[in-house]
C-alpha cells in the first residue's frame, strides 16, 4: 500500500481547506468575480482564503470595529499585501515607486517591513487591490506565494561585508523561490489581465491541493543567524571555501507557531539533515517540499506543519525519503557556527571597499511623524542612492554598497529625518514585536504599539540593577501564538492571551538555537516588569562572567532547557 494512502488512513478525514484548494481551478476561485462585487468590501468565505495565494490577507481596522457595528455598517474591509522579495533586496527605483502608492493608495500611508524579509502594504481598499498588483508588476515586483500553504518569501542573510559570498548566496534564495513558485497564470489572470489559456495547470512540485500548510525556507550564510532558522521549514546553511559559495548544510523542521492550550502544538528547531554541494540544491528543496506535501496531516491544520511530520514519522524516514526523491545521499554535516544574530546598526565597510549603512527602523514601521519623518527619508535616499537597499529579517533597512563619496551625503539625510539617532539603545536594537493591532485579525493582545514603551521600561530596570548601556536581551512580543514576531526564539518572549494578558517565556539564547519555556501565564505587563526587575537583580549578581540572561536562567533553574520541543516545552 502506497505510504500516502497509509498515512492519510491514520489522520482521517481532511480539512475544509483541503476542499478549497480542491475547488479552486488553481488558486482562481470567484476572486475576478468577487473583485466586481461592490456591495461589499470584502470578499466571501473561499476566496477570503484563496486572496492569501496571492499574497494578500483580508483584514479591518479593529479600533473602529465596534462603532462602525453601531452605525450598522460592515467592518472597514481592506488588504494587507506582502510582497515577494527573495533575500530582501530591493533597488531604490522600486523603494521610490511603492513609497508613492503607499502614500496615494492606502489608509495608513506606510510601509512595513516584516520579519519575512520583504515589505508589506496595509490597508488597500478593494477598488484599488488591481491597481496595486499592477503597479507592482511594472517594477519587476509581485506577490505570488507569499502567504498561503506554499513555500512562502525565501529569506536571505543580509551581511553586507562579504559581499561575493552574499551575493552567491541572494542568488541561490531567488533560484530556490522561483523554483517553488506555484505555476497556475491564476495570479497573471487575475491582477494582470493576462490571457487565459485553455491549457491544463500543473503543479509538479506543489501539487493540485497545494502543501498542507504554509512552508518557510532560508539561506543563511555563518556566523550570522540574522534570519532565524530554526523559525523555517528548510534551511541552507552556507558552507564556503575561500570565500566562494561551495554548498550547503540543509536542516529541516524548524516552525514557531503553537496553539494557546493545545500541547499538540509547540516550537520546534530544526534538524540537520547533512551536507549537499551546490548543484544538489534544487533537486534537495523539491524534495523535501514533496515529502511535506505527500505526508503533511491535511486533516488538522494545527498539526500540518513539516515539524510535526517530522515527528510524527521520525526524522530518519523522512531523511530517506527526501535521499530517494533527489536521487542523492546527504554528506556529513560540514562545520559551522553561528555568533551572531540581530543587525550590525550603523555602518559597516565591504570588502570591496563600499559602505552599507544599517537603519534601525523600531518595528519596520516606515511612516512621518513629525520629529521624525522617516519614510520621506528613505524616499529621500533612494533618490540619490546608487546600490540596493537590503531589508533585513529583523525589520530594518540596509543601504547597501555606498561609494565613498555618498557616504556622508547619505548621512546626513538619514540623521536630518530620524533615521538615525544615537540614543538607541542596544536593547531596542534587539526587541522586535509583530504587527498585532489593530489590522491583524488573529490579535490578542498588543504587539507593535506596546513594544516602545515596554522597551523603555526594560532599559530602566536594566540601569536600575547595574548593568550599563550596551547590556541587552534578545526581548520579542507577539500578539498571538502564531510566531510572526518570532518570540519563541528570544530570551524574553511575550506571548499575547487577552488585552494586556501574556504568556512569560524565558530561556532563549543569544544564537537563535534555543527554544524558551514558560514562566508564568496569562499576566500583565505590569506584572511582567515585576519579574523581570528581580530576575534582572539576580542575574547581575550571579552571572557567570559575561553570561548572557537567557543562559543564566537555565543555569540556575528558573527555567527547564527545552532539548526536545516534543518532549520538554509542556512538562
Known sequence: MDKQVVLDQELGSFSDNERLKGESNFLRGSIAKDLTNEITGGFDSDNFQLIRFHGMYQQDDRDIRNERAKQKLEPLHNVMLRARMPGGVITPKQWL??????????????IRLTTRQTFQFHGVLK??????????????????????????????????VETELHQQAYEWATKISEHLLPKTRAYAEIWLDGE???????????????????????????????????????????IAQDGKLVGFNVLVGGGLAMTHGDTSTYPRKADEFGYIPLDKTLDVAAAVVTTQRDWGNRSNRKNAKTKYTLDRVGIDVFK????????FTFEQIKPYEFTHRGDKVGWIEGIDGKHHLTLFIENGRLLDAPTKPLKSGVAEIAKIHQGDFRMTANQNLIVAGVPTQYKQQIEDIAYKHGLIDKKTSQQRINSMACVSFPTCPLAMAEAERFL???????????????????ENIILRVTGCPNGCGRAMLAEVGLVGKAPDKYNLYLGGNKAGTRIPKIYKENISSKDILAILDELLAQWHSNRNDSEAFGDYVIRAGIVAEVLVSKRDFHA
Do not use: W
Open 196 to 238: 487565459k489559456l485553455e491549457t491544463t495547470d500543473e503543479e509538479p512540485i506543489l501539487g493540485s491541493n497545494y502543501l498542507p500548510r504554509k512552508f518557510k525556507t532560508t539561506v543563511v550564510v555563518p556566523p550570522d543567524n540574522d534570519v532565524d532558522l530554526h523559525a523555517n521549514d528548510l534551511n541552507f546553511v552556507a
Open 452 to 470: 516602545p514603551e515596554f522597551v523603555s521600561e526594560v532599559e530602566g530596570l536594566l540601569l536600575k540593577n547595574g548593568f550599563d548601556e550596551q
Open 320 to 327: 530517506k525519503e527526501v535521499e530517494k526523491r533527489a536521487n
Open 97 to 110: 515607486a511603492i513609497d508613492k502608492f503607499a502614500t496615494d493608495h492606502t489608509l495608513y500611508g506606510s
Open 127 to 160: 477598488p484599488n487591490i488591481k491597481l496595486m498588483h499592477q503597479t507592482l508588476n511594472t517594477i519587476g515586483i509581485d506577490s505570488i506565494a507569499t502567504a498561503g500553504d506554499v513555500n512562502r518569501n525565501v529569506l536571505c542573510t543580509s551581511n553586507p
